[in-house]
């Protein structure tokens, strides 16, 4: 069911272009533009290079793969890596899987405080090693020699770049299952990497097609393949990846995820990194054009990152200083879903995003474009909306819809809650169940 706009979004008229902060109208010489090419050619050469070598080096270990060792009576013993962004991101995945009957232990190699969960235990690199190599590098350099001594029953990491790819390469060595969580969905390897928020491969300025290519390739070389919804999986297996995936999107706390009846503060709110891909500019131009309407809206933005400043001083430029709050990182995110309204992402890319999904639980409607697995769980008219042209305009007709209407506002927000509980931690605990059992147990490949 799709219901149409409300006659207010009618008085909205075209606001303002959507502009990308990270460019600056900066002109390039002839010199400094041959420089760039010359520049983006010894990229493109030297990460097809450096994957041609990595895919060597992945043959080469799972020819000697070691034998795994006896499994433990009490269940799995995992030990897994990444780059957190916020608590609430890790005990979503986390959570679930350790709480699994048959998982032992999950040990997390990481360079940020992981919070105290049962049967989860945190890796820091020494202080020693960080200072020396720096913090990623020491990070990947504890992960492999903590996977190589003590020999997990499996290895995972987060992204594919470059936890992802180190995994696939440490699992033959360590005798254990490989593991791979496409948090990022395709855009973690689509154009090469072009878009992702990698370092390295970044900084692509275009498509590559055959480091896409070859990173696809090495999605196909793990045991395993958690994707936050179907959509990716669907990209993946279009494009001939033939391996094992299994949609687990997070696991939610739905009794600390839950409506209170307070009144809120905040009519809407987005939380997510200051990160190109998310288009948080797009957000900041609907919020004025809402505003036209609606003199008195207000919104808050969850979440830092390299954009912090130019979105600061683009909330400036459109008169937005009492209206927009940047609240940056918080830790308690839920005690700030359930003091707004509505919930809205502009993201250019995403998979099943947990902030949407845990503030749906807190019974807020999201409003969203229709990329990746957003869709499967808005359901566009019922509990929220799906913008398929996502223009400022366009997002900012749909939460004049919601905020005019408070009869519909009431039906969104039960549904959105009665929808998002299919994420509670005791269903996506029972995912993991089967998983460890069935597909990263021994001889869980063809082959093995």
Not at 57 to 72: D, F, L, M, S
Not at 203 to 228: Q, Y
Not at 343 to 360: H, K, N, R, W, Y
Not at 415 to 433: E, F, G, N, P
Request: contains cysteine; positive net charge.
């Amino acid at each position: 069911m799709t219901s149409k706009p409300s006659s207010l979004t009618g008085e909205l008229v075209t606001c303002f272009p959507a502009v990308d902060p990270r460019v600056s109208p900066v002109e390039e010489s002839g010199s400094d533009s041959l420089t760039r090419r010359v520049e983006q050619w010894a990229i493109r050469v030297g990460l097809r290079a450096l994957l041609g070598l990595y895919a060597g080096a992945v043959a080469i270990a799972r020819g000697v793969r070691r034998p795994p060792r006896p499994r433990g009576a009490s269940g799995l013993d995992i030990l897994l890596t990444g780059t957190f962004h916020s608590d609430n991101w890790v005990r979503s995945h986390l959570m679930p899987l350790a709480a699994s009957s048959h998982c032992a232990r999950v040990r997390v190699v990481s360079i940020v405080p992981i919070p105290d969960m049962p049967k989860v235990e945190p890796v820091y690199p020494p202080a020693w090693l960080v200072r020396a190599i720096g913090s990623v590098p020491a990070r990947l350099v504890v992960f492999v020699s903590t996977a190589v001594r003590t020999r997990p029953d499996v290895v995972g990491g987060f992204h594919l770049l470059f936890n992802g790819l180190l995994t696939a390469l440490v699992a033959p060595l360590a005798g254990a299952k490989s593991l791979y969580f496409c948090v990022g969905g395709p855009a973690e390897m689509l154009g090469g990497g072009v878009t992702s928020e990698n370092r390295l491969f970044g900084r692509l300025t275009r498509p590559e097609k055959a480091i896409e290519r070859r990173l696809l390739a090495a999605v196909g070389t793990f045991d395993l393949v958690i994707t936050m919804g179907r959509q990716a999986i669907a990209f993946f297996r279009d494009r001939g990846v033939d391996t094992r995936f299994h949609v687990v999107s997070g696991g939610i706390d739905s009794h600390r995820f839950a409506p209170t009846g307070v009144p809120p503060a905040y009519d809407l709110i987005l939380v997510a990194r200051l990160a190109p891909i998310k288009q948080i500019d797009v957000f900041l131009h609907a919020v004025a054009c809402v505003r036209r309407v609606r003199p008195d809206v207000t919104a808050v933005i969850l979440g830092d990152g390299p954009l912090m400043e130019p979105l600061e001083q683009l909330a400036c430029q459109l008169g937005l200083q009492s209206h927009v709050t940047f609240a940056g990182r918080q830790a308690d995110v839920d005690a700030w879903l359930k003091r707004s309204r509505l919930f809205v992402l502009t993201s250019q890319s995403e998979g099943l995003a947990l902030s949407m999904m845990e503030a749906m639980v807190c019974g807020l409607p999201a409003i969203v474009p229709d990329v990746g697995d957003l869709g499967e769980l808005v359901e566009d008219g019922v509990n929220g909306y799906l913008v398929s042209t996502p223009t400022p305009e366009a997002f900012a007709a749909r939460i004049l819809d919601l905020l005019a209407d408070r009869s519909r506002l009431e039906r969104f927000s039960a549904a959105a809650r009665l929808a998002a509980l299919r994420y509670d931690v005791s269903a996506t605990t029972r995912i993991w169940d089967e998983l460890l059992t069935r597909d990263l147990g021994r001889r869980s490949r063809p082959g093995d």
